[in-house]
C-alpha cells in the first residue's frame, strides 16, 4: 500500500499546486487572453506557426519529458524514496513549474524569442551573448545524453544489419521508432496540407501507433550501436531543419499519447498490484547524506534534473513552444501544467524502481529505463509470461520515443542559438549578416556541428555524461530564472516568488560543478584519467566560469532595480 500512497498524496499536492499556486502566478504577470501571440503576428509556416491547444500541449510536454525524469529519479534513489518524493512535489510546484511558465510568458512578450534576447533586454547584450555560449554547451550534453539513451535502447550485435522475426526488445523498439517517423510525417501532412480535422486525423494516428507496435513486436530492425547513433545524428539534423509541421508538432503530439498511456498503465500497475498485496516496495524512506552518487546536498538536486526543475525546458519553452501558442490564456497548462505531469511521472518512475530495487541496485538491469520497464511491468505479471515481455517492450518504446523527441526539440533549438550567436543587434536572420558571419550563422552550420559534437561524446558511457548534463543543466535552470525576474522586474511585475528558486539553484549547481573540478584534478594528478576526465573538467570548469560572470551581472541588474524603486 506504500505505493498507492506515495502516488496518491503526489497527485493531490500537484493538483493544489496547479490550482493554486500556478494561477496566482498568471494574475500577477497579468496573463491576457485578447492579446496576439508571436505565432499569430509572426506566422511564417516554419518556425511560427499556431497549433491547437492539444497538440501544442503533445509537442511541449514530450519534449520537456525525454528521459529525465525517468532517468533522474531512479538514480537519486539511493538516498531514499522520501528526499526524491519531496524535491519532484517542492521542485515541481515551486521552481520548475515557475520557471518554466515564467520563461513562456516572458518569450511571447519578446515575438517568441530566447532567453538570451530576454536577457538582453533586462542585462545587456554582453550577458546575451555569455548566456547563448552557456545554452550551447548545455545543449552539446543534451544532444550527448539523449543520443546514448537512444543508441542504447536500439542497439543489438553489430555483426547483424537489416529487418528480423522474433526480434529482440531492443530491435522492436528501433522498429517502431522508426516506422513512428514515418507516421508522424504522414500525420503533418494530412492534418497541414489536406486539412483534415484533429480528432479524426488523432483518431487514425492513434490506430496508425496501434499497428505499428504490432508490426514492431513481430519484426525488429537490427544495427549495432554505431550505426544507430551515425543514423540518429542524420535525423535530428534533418528534423531541425524541416518546417514544424511536418516532423515536430505531429511527431511530438503523437508521441504524448505514447506518454500519456505510459502512465496510465503505470497508475493501473500501481493500484493493481497494491490491492493484490503483490507490490514488493523496497526503497528506504532515507539511505543516508552520503551515498555512492555524493552527499545529499548537491547531488539529489542535480540528478532528480527533470523530475522537479530542468533549464532545458526554458529553452522549449522560449524556442519552440513560444513560436506555436496561439493563446495567452494556454500558457499556464501548457508551461506550468506539463511541468506537473512531469513531477508526477518522476514519481511513477520512483515506484516502479521501488518494485526492482533490490535488483536494480544489484546491477541486474543496464540502466534507469530498463529498471523503470521491468518495474511496471512487474507489476501485471512476473518476468516469465507473454505480459512481462509485451509491457516491458512498450514501456521501453516509450522510453526511447521520448529521448528521440528531446533530441529533435533540442537540435532545433541548438540552431537557433548557433546562428543568434553570431548575429549582430540589427540582424534578423543569418541572411543579414556578412563575410564569415553569414556563413557560420548558416543553420546547416550549427545545426551540423552541434549533432556531430553530441555524437561524438554521445559514445561515452551515460555516467560519464549525466552527472555533468545534470549540473549544467539545473545551472541553466538557476540563470534562466534569473533572466526572466531581471525581465519581470524592468516590466514593473512582481519578481520576488523568483529569488529563493534562483538563488538554491545556482549554489547547488556551482557546488556541483566545483566539486567535479576538484575530483577530476585529483584524478589527473594520480594519472588515472582518461579523455573523458579531461573532457568532464574542460567542461565543468568553462560552465561555472561563464555562470559565474552571468551571476555577476544579474545581480547588477538587480541593484540597478533596486536604486529606481
Known sequence: MTAILIILVAIVLLVLGYVVYGSWLAKQWGIDPGKKTPAVEMEDGVDYVAAKP????????????????????????VFGWVPVFLWCIIGGIFFGGLQDFGSLFASIRHKGKSVGEIIRDSMGRRAQKLFTIFSLLVLILVIASFVNVVAGTFMSDPGIVGITTSPTGNQTTAMISVLFIVLAIIYGIATNRFGIKTLPATIA?????????????????????VGWIVFIGIYICVASLVPVWILLQPRDYLSSFLLYGMMILALAGILFSGVAGTATFNIPAFTGWTTSIGTLFPALF???????????????????????????????????????????????????VGM???????????????????????????????????????????????????????TRLSRFMFSELFLKEDEATWKDAKGVRKFLAHPLVGTGSMVLIGCILGGLSLSQIWGLFGAANQLLAGIALMAVAAWLGNAGKNNKMFFVPMIFMLAATLTSLLITVKNKIVMIGAGAALWGDWFQLAFAAAMAILAIVLVVEGVNTFKTQAAKK
Open 205 to 225: 494516428g492513434i490506430i496508425g501507433i496501434v499497428l505499428i507496435v504490432v508490426l514492431g513486436l513481430n519484426f525488429g530492425l537490427a544495427m549495432g550501436r
Open 54 to 77: 492539444a497538440v501544442l500541449m503533445g509537442h511541449h510536454f514530450s519534449s520537456i519529458a525525454g528521459a529525465g525524469p525517468i532517468n533522474g529519479p531512479i538514480q537519486a534513489a
Open 356 to 410: 526492482v530495487f533490490d535488483k536494480y541496485t544489484g546491477g541486474e538491469f543496464g540502466g534507469p529505463p530498463a529498471a523503470f520497464a521491468a518495474g511496471i511491468a512487474t507489476m501485471f505479471s512476473d518476468e516469465t509470461t507473454g505480459t512481462y515481455h509485451t509491457i516491458y517492450a512498450l514501456l521501453t518504446l516509450a522510453v526511447s520515443v521520448f529521448a528521440l523527441t528531446s533530441l529533435d526539440t533540442g
Open 302 to 352: 542535480i540528478t532528480v534534473a527533470c523530475g522537479a526543475c530542468s533549464g532545458f525546458h526554458s529553452l522549449i519553452s522560449t524556442g519552440t513552444s513560444s513560436k506555436q501558442l496561439a493563446n495567452e490564456k494556454d500558457a499556464k497548462p501548457i508551461a506550468y501544467g506539463s511541468m506537473l505531469i512531469e513531477s508526477a511521472l518522476g514519481i511513477v518512475a520512483l515506484i516502479a
